[in-house]
């Protein structure tokens, strides 16, 4: 087994687990027993469990990101310099990430449940680091947002950028509720992305809320 291989087997036996034990639970020697490895090989090649965390995020989110980025470069070429459609930058950010919770081949489906896991329970260290890991990519889409939606308050467009997020991240990470709900299937990936991108898409262009003053009391209080 090459050295590509065997990080590559460590790497994807780590995310298999993570989604099953979450982070704390799982031990270094149940991901090399998963892997085939001995232990010396994750230390070999990561340093520690952290290191290779974070290395799961950076591989996936790096090529992530770049492709969000590439797409909105793309679409704000061909714009002539105007604003793009609000449903356009929805589809460059959102709709890599769908494409790759699709993709069991090489296991983007196992990356975006173990993602959309960690966004609604992060540990610190793991919350900093996806904060680094977007420094480039989220602001560039916030400020297309900005410009596609002039008439909408900007701390309106960031609350709902977090609850697409979150819709997002729910979506993917392979959760329980649609056995709740019953008579629901989410193994048609064009379907998924199909009713999601017209939920995020009807969310954004939603009638703004009526937001109580601030330091008024509740009616009845």
């Known amino acids: 087994m090459s050295e590509a291989d065997t990080r590559n087997r460590i790497l994807r036996a780590?995310?298999?687990?993570?989604?099953e034990r979450g982070f704390e639970a799982t031990t270094l020697r149940q991901i090399?027993?998963?892997?085939?490895?001995?232990?010396?090989?994750?230390?070999?090649?990561?340093?520690s469990k952290d290191q290779l965390i974070e290395e799961i995020f950076h591989q996936r989110l790096g090529w992530l990101n770049e492709q969000c980025l590439a797409e909105l470069d793309r679409l704000e070429a061909a714009s002539d310099g105007e604003?793009?459609?609000?449903?356009?930058?929805?589809?460059?950010?959102?709709?890599?990430?769908?494409?790759?919770?699709?993709?069991?081949?090489?296991?983007?489906?196992?990356?975006?449940?173990?993602?959309g896991r960690t966004y609604t329970a992060p540990a610190p260290a793991i919350r900093d680091f996806l904060v680094r890991e977007y420094a480039v990519a989220v602001p560039?889409?916030?400020?297309?947002?900005?410009?596609?939606?002039?008439?909408?308050?900007?701390e309106e467009i960031l609350w709902r950028f977090h609850f697409m997020l979150g819709a997002m991240s729910y979506a993917t990470s392979g959760a329980?509720?649609?056995?709740v709900l019953g008579g629901l299937?989410?193994?048609?990936?064009?379907a998924l992305h199909a009713r999601l991108m017209a939920f995020l898409i009807g969310g954004l262009r939603a009638p703004l809320a009526q937001l109580p003053c601030r330091g008024q009391r509740p009616a009845g209080k």
């Open 14 to 19: 780590a995310e298999l687990l993570f989604i």
């Open 83 to 115: 604003p793009l459609r609000a449903h356009q930058i929805l589809e460059a950010f959102f709709g890599v990430s769908l494409r790759l919770a699709a993709d069991k081949a090489e296991g983007g489906n196992n990356f975006m449940r173990l993602l």
């Open 32 to 47: 090399t027993t998963q892997a085939g490895v001995n232990l010396a090989a994750v230390n070999y090649h990561f340093g």
């Open 140 to 154: 560039r889409f916030k400020q297309a947002l900005f410009s596609a939606l002039p008439d909408v308050p900007a």
């Open 185 to 190: 299937d989410d193994s048609d990936s064009e």
């Open 176 to 179: 329980d509720a649609l056995n």
